[in-house]
């Protein structure tokens, strides 16, 4: 039973344009969200996180969304760059009920055309 | 800045050898996790530990054992390996995970195990 998905695979976006990346959690118990990048034969890196209790936060050219009576959040990018092309992996936690992990989404490969 | 430090980066076994996944952090994390990633599958929890002498299972615990005798290390285990486990495995950990939410995770760059 996959608790969070990314139904988009890939996604490919032309340089300067906005990338949304899409994740859907099914565990209404979830609280805390990241969002991390990973380029081939690296390990994963943080980009950027949202709690519950807000429904927005932004870093420079990354902004997440979190609808949670739709149990669905997003990542925006813009503008979007060249470096930017990777797999982008959404992680969902119950922070806190002492559980203590994250579980993550499939992942969705974005390419930015040049 | 080590930060979290996985050995060795590449393995090839046989059916049935065994052998054992190091995972080294120096930011006196807490906690720690070991996650594989598939094809098509992302990353999936295999065992992940709470603090010293702590071990839980993840999503994904089956023919892997784990320990975690010192604060900064975690082991994955694989007692007798099966092409089922070929995969890239990935170590992490965070600082904090409660009420006032949960720490990033920092991983390692990942071993790339192959079973013949």
């Known amino acids: 039973d996959q608790q969070v998905k990314q139904n988009s695979p890939s996604l490919s976006v032309q340089e300067g344009r906005i990338s949304i990346l899409n994740c859907d959690y099914t565990n209404s118990m979830f609280d805390y969200f990241l969002w991390y990048k990973k380029y081939p034969a690296e390990g994963p890196t943080f980009l950027i996180s949202?709690?519950?209790?807000?429904d927005k936060n932004e870093d420079g050219r990354f902004t997440v969304f979190l609808n949670k009576s739709a149990k669905h959040l997003s990542l925006h990018i813009v503008p979007s760059q060249p470096g930017d092309s990777a797999v982008y992996f959404c992680a969902a936690s119950d922070a806190t009920s002492g559980t203590y992990k994250y579980i993550f989404g499939t992942g969705t490969r974005l390419k930015v055309l040049a | 800045n080590a930060g979290v430090t996985q050995t060795p980066k590449f393995r090839v076994l046989k059916t049935g050898q065994s052998m054992t996944l190091l995972c080294a952090q120096d930011?006196?994390?807490?906690?720690m996790y070991w996650y594989r990633q598939d094809p098509g599958m992302g990353l999936r929890l295999i065992h992940y530990s709470v603090g010293e002498g702590t071990t839980a299972k993840g999503e994904v615990p089956d023919g892997y054992n784990v320990s975690r005798l010192k604060k900064q290390n975690f082991l994955l285990g694989l007692e007798s390996a099966a092409p089922s486990q070929t995969s890239v495995y990935f170590c992490?950990?965070?600082?904090?995970?409660?009420?006032?939410?949960?720490?990033?995770?920092?991983f390692g760059e990942g071993s790339r195990l192959t079973v013949l």
């Open positions: 992490a950990s965070s600082s904090r995970f409660g009420p006032a939410g949960a720490g990033e995770l920092f």
């Open positions: 930011m006196n994390h807490e906690y």
């Open positions: 949202i709690s519950s209790i807000k």
